[in-house]
């Protein structure tokens, strides 16, 4: 069971470094540059490095136990980053974040959300992190 929080604990610091690293516009910023063009942004591949970081932090944590066990957490610690990824992207919807944050622009939501709009942007989001 430790295991398990700890894994959640870790998804959970990754979730919060994507959603401050979209709000201060690095994503947003880096969303402009294609690494393959059309395809892949540096705004995304930027959110995929941090999700492929948390599973493999999470990973390593995780001595051992089987291997099942091993990608239950790193996949849980993935999907948690992208959770919170969607509850910014919620919240953005609902509240007004751009008095306090001047990034979190209806551009940035976009973005997160694939340009699929609000519930099926969430459900790629979470299909697409590691």
Same mark, same amino acid.
């Given at each position: 069971? +430790?295991?398990? =929080?700890?894994?959640?604990?870790?998804?959970?610091?990754?979730?919060?470094?994507?959603?401050?690293?979209?709000?201060?516009?690095?994503?947003?910023?880096?969303?402009?540059?294609?690494?393959? +063009?059309?395809?892949?942004?540096?705004?995304?591949?930027?959110?995929?490095?941090?999700?492929?970081?948390?599973?493999?932090? +999470?990973?390593? =944590? +995780?001595?051992? @136990?089987?291997?099942?066990?091993? &990608?239950?957490?790193?996949?849980?610690?993935?999907?948690? !980053?992208?959770?919170?990824?969607? &509850?910014?992207?919620?919240?953005?919807?609902?509240?007004? @974040?751009?008095?306090?944050? =001047?990034?979190?622009?209806? !551009?940035?939501?976009?973005?997160?959300?694939?340009?699929?709009?609000?519930?099926?942007?969430?459900?790629? @989001? @979470?299909?697409?992190?590691?």
């Amino acid at each position: 069971m +430790s295991e398990l =929080r700890q894994a959640i604990k870790i998804g959970l610091i990754g979730g919060v470094v994507a959603v401050l690293l979209s709000l201060i516009g690095m994503v947003e910023t880096f969303s402009q540059r294609d690494v393959i +063009s059309r395809v892949l942004s540096m705004g995304h591949s930027l959110l995929l490095l941090i999700g492929v970081a948390i599973g493999y932090f +999470s990973a390593r =944590r +995780s001595k051992g @136990l089987g291997v099942f066990s091993i &990608l239950i957490n790193s996949l849980l610690s993935g999907v948690l !980053v992208a959770v919170l990824l969607c &509850l910014l992207i919620f919240l953005g919807h609902a509240v007004n @974040l751009r008095s306090v944050f =001047r990034n979190a622009s209806p !551009v940035l939501y976009e973005f997160l959300a694939f340009n699929q709009g609000l519930g099926l942007g969430c459900l790629w @989001l @979470l299909s697409r992190e590691p």
